[in-house]
């Protein structure tokens, strides 16, 4: 298959300067980087806000930040990076619309009362019908939770709806999300008394779409507050969570609620320039209110792009995903509601909505054709050329926007710069399309409309990740290939994260090196090998990034590095501690251009935050650390329990928002009352243990005793911290198992407290034996010779039983 054609950018000095080559998708290949002007143009497809962000979208707009990142940092580019926020299309509108109506049903509701539940029971049932059709109705009413099981059990087994040994893919996971936003209506339906609030938050799923089938298409369209009201809050809870993870802001952001009449334009500008028809939709009655219809229906037009006409008069359609141009379901996904329910209008089967006469209940905007709204895609196009012009260096987003998304953006924009219907194909909108890759975890890929992810926020609130460990994650990945987080995945990131911080920790604790550090360069002092390895560090971190930005090559340069110089400072020979801070210098600048810290450099900093105590700790952290070694050294001593080491006297008056000066102040007062009682040897151990374990640890600080010396302190590292969480953790399995072994243990005691000779006396026999047994059954006919064995071992065993009860104390 020929690759679609590109035409390189005009050379431009300041990129041939740095030489990089990028995988662009318009090529399917590397290519040279060249940036039209001095500023490289960058426009990034934006998020859809109306949930919060989850990994896979931190997947896309982190790694997104680190090329960012690259160009402005390292390679020392300008980049004017604009990024939309789309908060107008199909889901917006359907989540916002059911929110709004919600709302209005529970205005002036403070109860669940009688018509709330009538209600809800009624959207239960609707819900049922619509999303599980497969539950009969008898069941929905009388017992759902069984009707399910019936019809749908092997799905949660892992099988397919068909239960034909096809493997379960996204109908499936609707099944099963549809099935716990039923199981969460029928609790709330069934539960007693309940606040309304409880009771909305287990029935909401249930109520927002019944209730939107009922009222939603009364909504006034011209009332776009009804759905910004939705994304307002979904956007700023999206550049929460980006600061949370230290993604740059965008220079420029654009919103398509705010381009209308832009769009409008946009759209004319391509059918005047021949590439675009109308086509009347099919009349509609409007609604008046809830009882009554507007008989006069409302008449509209939509707008469609022609991909025939394009390609006829020499464009290109389907430049990134050639393939993908007669993949029909691929074309209705992109156009969602957009799509017409008869297409045989269209001229082609590919042809797209540029506008979309509005349907009742949704937003609208005047314009020569009716009240309509934009397409999907010509939002990006018709923002990116406003704030970036005719052509633009860059455009990303994730690889599920390739086709039809941002093939159908090129076809519509170089529709609308080119003059009157001519078509020059080396007027190419973009130049360099790159696509981040999708992220799965342990195999599983998330999604909004399935509702199977985990958010950024969760992820990061549980410490599932920090916001470094999942940037080393993505960076130990290629940008623009799928990943995958799994165990391995994240161990490994572990551990290059542990040896990162520990090398810097261990340059900090270099004697001198806060001199050093205030040295404009680490260069003098003797020579050593390791400023070869420094070298050759640099050129392969160099040469990587300039190919395609190879991250996790890069990476493991500077792993590379560091394991280099453990080897040398673990060897015999002396390392100059000038070689030491130009190496710790050099990995941290790096560790910085990643966005590693989100903190600014400092000038000469060694390592990122967490490395270092904070200076307004200092004080308070080394008068704790040097109590505690006193009261180890007279304990090592042997001397006597009287008069053991007090505490430094430091105020801590004008601290009152200093953490070290507050738990300073709280040990001080913990110590004036063991030293009131004279305390003892053990009582004083026990404290300086208490002071490593609690209270430096909460200061995210640790202690680490070396015979005769002062005791090592510095931050936490990441290995400390995982090994006492792995510590606490099978502490806790193992509290947890005897529990369960103990319960166990009861159950069994408690089992045979009854006498085997009365084991048996039930309804089901009518005579037995002297030791109980049954000889004959309800009916007094004789107990066969096989039942009896079966039963005489069950006594057997209860016998045993009831001996250990009988010499319990529960006896």
Not at 456 to 465: D, V, W
Not at 512 to 525: F, H, P, R
Not at 746 to 768: A, H, I, N, R, V
Request: hydrophobic share 35%; aromatic share 8%; proline share 4%.
């Amino acid at each position: 298959m020929a690759q679609p054609k590109w035409h390189a950018p005009p050379a431009n000095a300041a990129s041939r300067r740095v030489d990089i080559s990028i995988y662009n998708s318009l090529t399917s290949g590397k290519v040279p980087f060249d940036a039209l002007t001095e500023t490289v143009s960058w426009y990034a497809c934006g998020p859809t806000v109306y949930d919060d962000a989850h990994l896979g979208h931190a997947r896309n707009y982190v790694s997104t930040d680190i090329i960012r990142r690259i160009l402005q940092d390292y390679f020392k580019f300008d980049v004017n990076f604009v990024m939309n926020i789309t908060d107008v299309d199909d889901k917006i509108i359907i989540a916002a619309r059911e929110q709004h109506v919600l709302d209005q049903w529970l205005a002036g509701r403070t109860s669940v009362d009688d018509e709330v539940r009538k209600t809800t029971a009624a959207a239960f049932a609707w819900f049922v019908k619509k999303r599980l059709p497969d539950v009969s109705e008898h069941r929905v009413s009388t017992n759902y939770v069984d009707g399910f099981e019936q019809s749908y059990g092997h799905v949660l087994q892992g099988k397919s709806t068909a239960n034909d040994g096809t493997p379960p893919g996204d109908d499936e996971a609707k099944v099963k999300r549809y099935h716990k936003e039923a199981l969460a209506a029928v609790n709330a339906l069934e539960a007693g008394d309940l606040d309304l609030q409880t009771f909305i938050e287990g029935a909401s799923s249930v109520l927002k779409p019944y209730l939107d089938s009922l009222h939603g298409k009364l909504i006034d369209g011209s009332d776009h507050h009804i759905f910004t009201k939705l994304t307002k809050k979904y956007e700023q809870r999206y550049f929460e969570d980006m600061a949370s993870l230290n993604v740059l802001p965008p220079d420029k952001l654009t919103r398509v609620t705010e381009y209308g009449p832009q769009i409008v334009e946009y759209v004319k500008r391509i059918q005047d320039n021949g590439f675009a028809y109308e086509h009347e939709e099919l009349t509609k009655k409007v609604p008046i209110d809830e009882e009554s219809v507007n008989e006069n229906p409302a008449k509209a037009k939509s707008v469609y792009y022609d991909t025939s006409r394009w390609v006829a008069s020499g464009g290109e359609y389907a430049r990134l995903k050639p393939a993908s141009k007669t993949d029909k379901a691929a074309q209705a996904d992109g156009e969602g509601s957009l799509a017409s329910k008869d297409s045989t209008f269209k001229r082609s089967t590919a042809d797209f909505a540029l506008w979309k006469a509005s349907k009742e209940g949704e937003p609208f905007w005047e314009s020569s054709w009716g009240r309509g709204r934009p397409g999907w895609h010509i939002e990006c196009s018709a923002m990116a050329s406003d704030a970036l012009g005719k052509q633009i260096d860059i455009h990303s987003g994730g690889i599920d926007l390739a086709f039809p998304h941002h093939d159908n953006e090129l076809a519509q924009s170089e529709a609308y710069w080119c003059e009157k219907g001519h078509v020059d194909p080396k007027n190419q909108w973009v130049n360099y399309f790159i696509h981040m890759g999708h992220l799965s975890i342990e195999g599983q890929k998330m999604s909004k409309s399935l509702k199977n992810f985990t958010t950024i926020r969760e992820s990061l609130a549980t410490k599932e990740f920090t916001s470094r460990r999942l940037r080393i994650i993505f960076l130990q990945g290629a940008w623009g290939s799928g990943l995958e987080i799994s165990k391995t995945v994240k161990e490994t990131a572990a551990k290059w994260e542990e040896s990162i911080e520990n090398f810097f920790l261990n340059v900090n604790d270099l004697p001198e090196m806060k001199d050093l550090s205030l040295a404009s360069n680490g260069t003098n002092g003797t020579a050593s090998s390791l400023d070869g390895a420094l070298q050759e560090a640099q050129q392969a971190f160099r040469k990587a990034l300039k190919d395609s930005f190879d991250t996790p090559t890069a990476m493991r340069s500077i792993a590379n590095l560091v394991s280099t110089y453990n080897t040398e400072v673990n060897s015999d020979r002396h390392v100059p501690n000038a070689t030491s801070l130009s190496i710790a210098r050099w990995v941290t600048e790096m560790v910085h251009i990643f966005g590693l810290d989100a903190t600014p450099l400092q000038p000469g900093q060694i390592g990122w935050s967490g490395s270092t105590i904070p200076e307004e700790g200092n004080e308070f952290v080394e008068a704790l650390a040097s109590w505690r070694d006193k009261v180890r050294a007279q304990a090592n001593d042997g001397a006597s329990d009287a008069k053991w080491p007090i505490l430094d006297n430091i105020t801590t008056d004008g601290s009152p928002d200093n953490p070290y000066a507050t738990a300073y102040a709280a040990f001080s007062q913990r110590l004036s009352k063991l030293q009131d009682v004279s305390a003892t040897k053990a009582a004083c151990l026990k404290e300086s243990d208490y002071l490593r374990d609690t209270v430096l640890w909460d200061l995210d600080i640790g202690l680490e005793d070396r015979d005769g010396r002062p005791s090592l302190v510095r931050p936490l590292s990441a290995r400390a911290r995982r090994e006492r969480a792995e510590a606490e953790e099978k502490a806790a399995a193992k509290v947890t198992a005897k529990a369960a072994k103990e319960k166990e243990d009861q159950e069994k005691l408690e089992k045979g407290k009854l006498s085997p000779l009365e084991m048996f006396k039930t309804d089901e026999y009518s005579e037995w034996d002297a030791e109980g047994m049954p000889t004959k059954d309800k009916e007094g006919k004789e107990i066969a010779k096989s039942a009896s064995k079966k039963l005489k071992k069950r006594w057997e065993v209860q016998k045993k039983a009831h001996e250990v009860w009988l010499k319990s104390p529960a006896a």
